[in-house]
């Protein structure tokens, strides 16, 4: 297995070339450009066999990667912020039609004001269109992650796009060591793509995305809504079949010391490397920190994290993007929903942190748990939801 | 149909428009003369709706009013003189 320097976007385009898709249609957006731009060198240099669509637009990007994968094709693209918008309108039609893309997202802030930088706010605002969402903390894991999603979208119980993010600049930009797998590991580990439907198929032809209006639209949101919920347990199977063939164990949520933990932190993407470092330096002084990482959000993994934070006294949900609802950010909305018929839980409250790059430092971590420490002695929240980090 | 018997990712057969009758659509029609008609296949080639018919030797014999919506690009399309036209549309009701 080779070991290498890479940064997140080099370990994305890495895993495409091993993974060789059929199709790759693809328009470049900072800072998830050179994904792209590095795979379309790929291409240039015969390394792979896919047909890169050079198109005009996000819109016609994710247009291309429907008509691919309603082919049977093995399809993949990236993308970030304003350009997952441009998607918007497709994406629906991707999971709704059952078409396994990978996208390799990198996470920036949302326009206006016009920012390039990290932040959650452009994957959040497409989370309910039958996506499955992975977000990495690290180069390693977008690279295993990706690789991770071609099985999970492609199994028969799921058949859904699914999205991995890195966050940007952060992890897209930054260079990391990257214990790769063998060209030929990927290819075995992947398989071949098994066809289920193929608009190209003169021996059963099809029609998709046909008229459907009160008769039957209904009933055609059902399998969507079944796929998402065996994709849970698909994630789980295929990362541990990951971890046992290659040595490295994901799933649904990390825990870090959270085990005999009083006050936790949940976050997600790469934040929850910089909470992992000050959860050491707390639990050297005899403070039971933890810290829970989601690692997929869609779909939700209520159940896991509810359990996860069972024993806990207080839990501070860091969501890097606000969604003006006046009740907190997309994490925080979510797990106080899957909290709600516990008898006993733990005392929430939300920070919404960092939007359009504003750095998390080990100085923020230290603050949040000194709160949660208050919240956990009083037993009372005094703030619910606070933007955290943002000059009065 | 219960949601579980449906095909997969929204797809259906293919051919399934010839279950779908569209000639209750219609509120004009085109009205075909054969002795005028001169067999170009304009009307048969321009037909959205796939409903000129043709007889066993590829002769156009009319209209199949069971799909026909009534676009009227038959009778646009048709290049035969205004004294002896093939194909006119005329309101379904008068």
Redesign the interface.
């Known amino acids: 297995m080779p070991i290498l320097a890479k940064t997140g976007n080099e370990a994305m385009a890495e895993a495409m070339r091993q993974i060789n898709p059929d199709v790759v249609a693809a328009y470049p957006i900072t800072p998830a450009t050179e994904v792209v731009m590095i795979f379309s060198g790929f291409v240039a240099d015969g390394l792979v066999d896919t047909e890169f669509v050079a198109v005009e637009s996000e819109h016609s990007a994710m247009s291309a990667c429907v008509g691919a994968a309603a082919t049977g094709a093995r399809v993949m693209t990236g993308t970030s912020s304003q350009g997952l918008q441009l998607m918007s309108e497709i994406l629906p039609i991707a999971s709704?039609?059952?078409?396994p893309i990978v996208l390799c997202e990198v996470n920036r802030a949302l326009s206006a004001p016009i920012n390039i930088h990290c932040d959650h706010s452009d994957t959040m605002a497409v989370r309910d269109f039958g996506w499955m969402q992975i977000y990495a903390e690290n180069a390693q894991e977008a690279y295993d992650s990706i690789i991770q999603m071609i099985k999970v979208s492609e199994d028969e119980r799921v058949?859904l796009p699914g999205m991995v993010s890195t966050d940007g600049f952060i992890i897209s930009h930054c260079m990391e060591k990257i214990d790769a797998l063998d060209d030929g590991e990927v290819k075995k580990y992947i398989g071949d793509i098994k066809v289920?439907?193929s608009v190209l198929d003169l021996e059963?032809?099809?029609?998709?995305?046909?008229l459907?209006l009160q008769d039957?639209y209904f009933?055609?949101k059902?399998?969507l809504v079944e796929a998402m919920g065996k994709a849970k347990g698909v994630i789980g199977e295929v990362a541990r079949d990951f971890g046992k063939r290659f040595g490295r164990e994901y799933g649904l949520l990390e825990e870090y010391k959270l085990r005999d933990a009083e006050i936790a932190l949940v976050a997600m993407g790469s934040t929850c490397g910089t909470a992992r470092a000050v959860v050491d330096e707390l639990r050297q002084k005899g403070i039971k920190a933890g810290l829970l990482k989601v690692r997929v959000f869609r779909p939700f993994p209520a159940e896991e994290i509810v359990e996860a934070l069972s024993k806990v006294k207080a839990a501070a949900i860091m969501d890097r993007s606000d969604m003006f609802s006046n009740q907190g950010g997309q994490l925080f909305a979510e797990i106080r929903s899957a909290m709600y018929e516990q008898k006993t839980r733990p005392l929430l409250s939300n920070y919404i942190y960092g939007l359009g790059g504003r750095e998390i430092s080990l100085d923020d971590i230290r603050k949040v748990f000194g709160e949660q420490k208050e919240i956990a002695g009083s037993g009372n929240v005094k703030k619910l939801v606070q933007h955290f980090g943002v000059r009065e | 149909m219960g949601w579980k018997e449906l095909g997969h990712g929204d797809s259906l057969p293919g051919g399934t428009a010839a279950e779908f009758q569209t000639g209750d659509w219609r509120s004009e029609k085109p009205v075909f003369v054969k002795e005028n008609c001169i067999n170009c296949y304009f009307c048969w080639i321009y037909c959205p709706d796939s409903a000129i018919l043709l007889d066993e030797n590829n002769k156009v014999v009319g209209i199949d009013y069971r799909y026909c919506k009534g676009c009227g690009i038959c009778d646009k399309e048709c290049p035969t003189k205004k004294e002896k036209r093939a194909i006119t549309m005329e309101a379904e009701r008068k």
């Open positions: 709704a039609l059952r078409l058949r289920v439907n059963k032809p099809i029609s998709l995305g046909s459907d039957y009933e055609h059902m399998p």
